[in-house]
């Protein structure tokens, strides 16, 4: 933490230095290359613990065990096949073609994401100076630095959400230099590199509306060219979404429960989640990998209460767009917008944990961070104050070392859930995959201790009650693992693993024939694989 602190006040003392020199924010100046290799210095300075980092949660899923990342035909496979969980063809090529560089070594990887994320601080400098929006650089800096950030970066997996920001900046950058010089090669710039975000995480689906919306904040207004214009990005937003909706269900939460409320109550739910949202932009503290999962009940007026607000700032600031309005129209306009795909009204397997995450607000927090800067600029401006640099640099350490903090949460498997259920007790799918830590230590006990609170916190949970059969199993309580394994299979009717260890603990029993039968649906189920067959051939 000391050293975090020390680098990150040397790095932005620079900033400070320079300025201090300028006596408003508006003659603070950072030369392009010194401001560029600031941001990406500090940026690894704040993300350094995640380069110590391992193979976290999903990573060991999707990244380092993935059969389609280590096969010779993986490209193909990811391009022109079905098997992967989505369609994000680009994100997997790029861990495909860093597998033959890294192999199973996460730091390689973890520099890929870092680096990914400062270039997107760059293009969001050059985006904001663009829209002519004060203090671009400072808002670069936020982002780069913004704790909530550390999710999508320190986590290999959502390589796919820095990724695809990237390509969602080179499109409203290309889109931008179109709308200046109406040439159609930036144009068609614009679409090729929309087609690359959305190929590498659809989260960016709404991306078409932001442009509208950059027209709109540049011009006063969007004449039918402009509409026009905006056909193919909608019509690749729509192949795309169909195509990542069709993948979730077919891969992501096709045996799942993942939410059974009402419209009206995920109409409600969307107000509370665009003002967390604002609120970790703001106030990144209490942050959590698995926040509490909450209900809202639509026949409570209350509940409609945050969007209600949301409406209301809405309209004012559209009634005011003339004046102060305007910024803030357009900040609110970009970043419900962004948000929009993870508000609750398209089913997401993770869902089922949360409503809310830190990664689905990657793209949606650079607007709140550009009014937010801009805001304050603007006041520095109006007071002539010329202590603002110590304030900019004390904002810079404080998230600087809340990212430092955030990214030694993402050092290995049991480190990330323990910092969850210190965060959020009730987070099931926590207890359940630090049991698997657990046990994988050799510690069943306890292992089995958290896999009882898991069953407790959600009964319906198949898995925790597999999981806890396993170790009654391995204990020789065949009693209880086949009383588990039995919850299991009511659970988890097509789990042919569930069938065949309910099979091993009933023959253990010396209840052969029930034993029989539960390897026989589990051969039926299962019938590439082997051991059911095993199994049966040793009780016949």
């Known amino acids: 933490m000391a050293g975090l602190e020390r680098a ?5 003392l620079v900033f400070g230095a320079v300025a201090w020199q300028a006596r408003s924010v508006r003659e603070f100046r950072l030369p392009p290359i010194a401001g560029g290799l600031l941001l990406v210095a500090l940026t690894f300075v704040a993300y350094a613990p995640a380069l110590r980092g391992g193979f976290v949660w999903d990573d060991a899923l999707y990244v380092r065990d993935d059969p389609l990342i280590k096969a010779n035909d993986g490209l193909r496979r990811f ?30 990887y973890h520099v890929t994401n870092i680096l990914l994320h400062a270039v997107n601080a760059l293009l969001i400098w050059r985006l904001l100076q663009r829209l002519r929006i004060p203090a671009a650089w400072f808002a670069a800096l936020v982002f780069a630095l913004h704790p909530v950030n550390v999710m999508s970066v320190a986590w290999i997996s959502e390589r796919k959400n820095v990724l695809s920001l990237l390509f969602a900046l080179l499109t409203l950058l290309a889109f931008l230099r179109w ?11 614009a679409v090729g590199a929309f087609a690359l975000a959305l190929l590498s995480k659809t989260a960016v689906v709404m991306l078409p509306v ?8 540049r011009h006063n ?12 990005f909608f019509t690749l937003s729509l192949v795309m979404g169909l195509v990542t909706i069709w993948f ?169 859930w323990r910092d969850t259920l210190e965060r959020n007790p009730a987070a099931w799918m926590a207890h359940n995959n630090l049991a698997n830590v657990l046990l994988a230590q050799g510690h069943a006990d306890e292992a089995a201790a958290q896999y009882q609170e898991t069953i407790r916190l959600k009964p319906d949970y198949g898995n925790a009650h597999y999981n806890l059969g396993i170790v009654d199993f391995q204990r020789g309580d065949y009693s ?51 051991e059911p067959r095993t199994n049966l051939g040793r009780l016949r």
Request: charged share 15%.
């Open 79 to 108: 391009w022109c096949t079905t098997e992967f969980t989505d369609y994000y063809a680009l994100s997997n090529t790029s861990l495909w073609l860093e597998w033959r560089l890294w192999g199973n070594h996460p730091r390689g």
């Open 179 to 189: 709308d200046d010089t109406r040439l159609w090669r930036w144009h068609v710039a």
């Open 248 to 416: 979730e269900r077919q891969h992501g939460i096709v045996h799942e429960v993942v939410r059974v409320d009402s419209f009206a109550a995920r109409l409600a739910g969307a107000g509370w989640a665009i003002w967390f949202y604002v609120g970790k932009s703001l106030w990144p503290v209490g942050l959590a990998t698995v926040y509490p999962r909450w209900d809202v009940n639509a026949a409570s007026p209350m509940a409609w209460l945050p969007v209600f607000v949301v409406a209301v700032v809405g309209v004012g600031c559209w009634k005011f767009r003339a004046t102060w309005g305007r910024g803030a129209l357009f900040a609110l306009g970009c970043f419900v917008a962004m948000l929009l795909p993870v508000l609750g009204f398209i089913n997401i397997a993770f869902m089922a944990y949360s409503f809310v995450a830190d990664h689905w607000q990657y793209a949606a927090i650079i607007p709140v961070i550009a009014l937010a800067c801009a805001a304050g600029a603007k006041a520095v401006e109006r007071a002539q104050w010329r202590g603002w640099p110590a304030v900019a640099v004390f904002v810079a350490v404080a998230l600087g070392a809340g990212t430092w903090r955030r990214a030694h949460v993402w050092h290995d498997d049991e480190t990330l």
């Open 480 to 530: 209880e693992a086949t009383a588990q394994f039995r919850a299991a299979v009511r659970l988890k009717p097509r789990s042919a693993e569930a069938y065949n260890n309910l099979g091993a603990a009933l023959a253990k029993m010396g209840q052969t024939n029930d034993a029989i039968a539960q390897f026989e649906t589990a051969a039926r189920l299962a019938p590439n694989w082997n």
């Open 221 to 232: 207004r969007v004449s039918p060219r402009d509409g026009v214009a905006t056909i193919p």
């Open 210 to 217: 932001v442009l509208l919306w950059c027209v709109w904040w």
């Open 8 to 12: 990150n006040c040397q790095s932005a």
